[in-house]
T-cell receptor, first 113, second 110 residues
Framework: EPEVTQTPSHQVTQMGQEVILRCVPI?????FYWYRQILGQKVEFLVS????????KSEIFDDQFSVERPDGSNFTLKIRSTKLEDSAMYFC???????????FGEGSRLTVL | TQLLEQSPQFLSIQEGENLTVYCNSS?????LQWYRQEPGEGPVLLVT???GGEVKKLKRLTFQFGDARKDSSLHITAAQPGDTGLYLC??????????WGAGTKLIIKP
């Protein structure tokens, strides 16, 4: 069964360092998303991506964040200069239609020290 | 800001009991999805409801979409420890944005 895969599963980084989280969405999906979930808290929308551009982003997705689909299969989230409060589980999701069923990856846990 | 409020935030009950969790908003959604998330994993879709008044059943889980498409409920009959998890609802707006609730954390004690 096709699935969304994410790497790394866990990354520990120093504050101020750049981090790239990688996702391989399901191959025939067209809509891609990044979500964040701080431990014990709600799932927070970061950004949606369609047709090689950002279609929507939240207030959390400031200038420190960027997304890219460099090669038609990977979908990456970059955090340029990490802050302590960026520590969270980051989920990638993909879907066939907008606001339709989302298929989530297992998440990348980011710990900023 | 459009909100989707879930209640209760936390529920701990004994195996075999019934429960209902709610997802409410003042706004209309074109559809509403329910997901379950287990610790350390991503959310997994349980069901999508589209029509006002729609009721969908998934084994012991019954999902209902309100007539006005502003609210939804999830009823679990004879809860089992395997039902433990975070239940999330997400409403789709007409502009295709998904609005997420904060979730109901459910613990079923054996």
């Amino acid at each position: 069964e096709p699935e969304v895969t994410q790497t790394p599963s866990h990354q520990v980084t120093q504050m101020g360092q750049e981090v790239i989280l990688r996702c391989v969405p399901i191959s025939n999906h067209l809509y891609f998303y990044w979500y964040r979930q701080i431990l014990g808290q709600k799932v927070e929308f970061l950004v949606s991506f369609y047709n090689n551009e950002i279609s929507e982003k939240s207030e959390i997705f400031d200038d420190q964040f960027s997304v890219e689909r460099p090669d038609g299969s990977n979908f990456t989230l970059k955090i340029r200069s990490t802050k302590l409060e960026d520590s969270a589980m980051y989920f990638c999701a993909s879907g066939v239609v907008p606001a339709g069923e989302l298929f989530f990856g297992e998440g990348s846990r980011l710990t900023v020290l | 800001t459009q909100l989707l409020e879930q209640s209760p935030q936390f529920l701990s009950i004994q195996e075999g009991e019934n429960l209902t969790v709610y997802c409410n908003s003042s706004s209309v959604f074109s559809s509403l999805q329910w997901y379950r998330q287990e610790p350390g994993e991503g959310p997994v879709l349980l069901v999508t409801v589209v029509t006002g008044g729609e009721v969908k059943k998934l084994k012991r889980l019954t999902f209902q979409f309100g007539d006005a498409r502003k609210d939804s409920s999830l009823h679990i009959t004879a809860a089992q420890p395997g039902d433990t998890g975070l239940y999330l609802c997400a409403g789709a707006r007409s502009n295709y944005q998904l609005i997420w609730g904060a979730g109901t954390k459910l613990i079923i004690k054996p």
